[in-house]
């Protein structure tokens, strides 16, 4: 049995859900984080001294913080061959567009134009800082753009640990009040994974108990 800490709005829990629920692997998951606290007690530090989500324990083995290395972990005992192969270098393929999504695209989207636009008030929003941030994370999606004229998911034509990294920061891309680029790959690519019920169940998720 898996056991989650991490609330469900939190981007980086609903990256490893959406791997559970893909895998339809049984788990428990508890709430830490934001409105519901529990990251400042000493349990939860014993957990992950960082006292950020998600953490993950697997059974009775140690728990396990940072979520690409939780994905890799569930991917290397759980995962398809076609997700997350055995050959390493088609490994490393994956691994390489996993570790963009989580660097460049999450880390371009989150802070930069989700928090700006949804957990800051409207009165103290820099719409030009909201642009110039768009500019900068359409610039990594051109990249995907490009990569989904020769393949159907991120890292090839099979859906693999890169889709989870990358994937689940497009439902709220696409969701939030911004002007986007038109990238037509991408939507297509976007509206597949959303067909997928973990996806549905564990990435559209409400963040309106986020918004300012």
Do not use: C
């Not at 939190?10 to 519901?36: C, F, T």
């Not at 998911?153 to 689940?168: K, N, R």
């Not at 996806?199 to 918004?211: A, D, G, K, N």
Request: proline share 5%; no cysteine.
């Amino acid at each position: 049995m898996l056991t989650v800490w991490g609330r469900k709005t939190s981007s980086n829990v609903q990256a490893l859900m959406w791997y559970i629920g893909e895998m339809e692997l049984p788990y428990v998951r508890h709430d830490i984080g934001h409105k519901y606290k529990g990251t400042e007690t000493d349990f939860y530090y014993s957990l992950n001294p960082n006292r950020t989500v998600p953490v993950l324990q697997d059974g009775t083995a140690p728990p396990l913080w940072e979520t690409g290395a939780i994905l890799r972990y569930l991917a290397n005992r759980y995962g398809a061959e076609s997700f997350w192969p055995s050959d390493d270098i088609q490994k490393a393929n994956i691994d390489k567009w996993a570790e963009w999504s989580k660097i460049n695209v999450a880390t371009a989207f989150n802070l930069p134009v989700f928090w700006r636009v949804v957990r800051t008030p409207q009165e103290n929003r820099d719409e030009q800082a909201i642009t110039e941030a768009m500019v900068k994370l359409e610039n990594y999606l051109s990249v995907a753009e490009a990569q989904f004229e020769k393949h159907r998911f991120l890292a090839g034509d099979d859906f693999s640990l890169a889709d989870i990294q990358f994937g689940h920061v497009l439902y709220r891309y696409y969701d939030i009040d911004v002007v986007r680029k038109p990238l037509p790959r991408l939507r297509a690519y976007y509206e597949n994974i959303a067909l997928r019920p973990a996806f549905q169940e564990h990435v559209m998720v409400s963040y309106e108990e986020l918004r300012a």
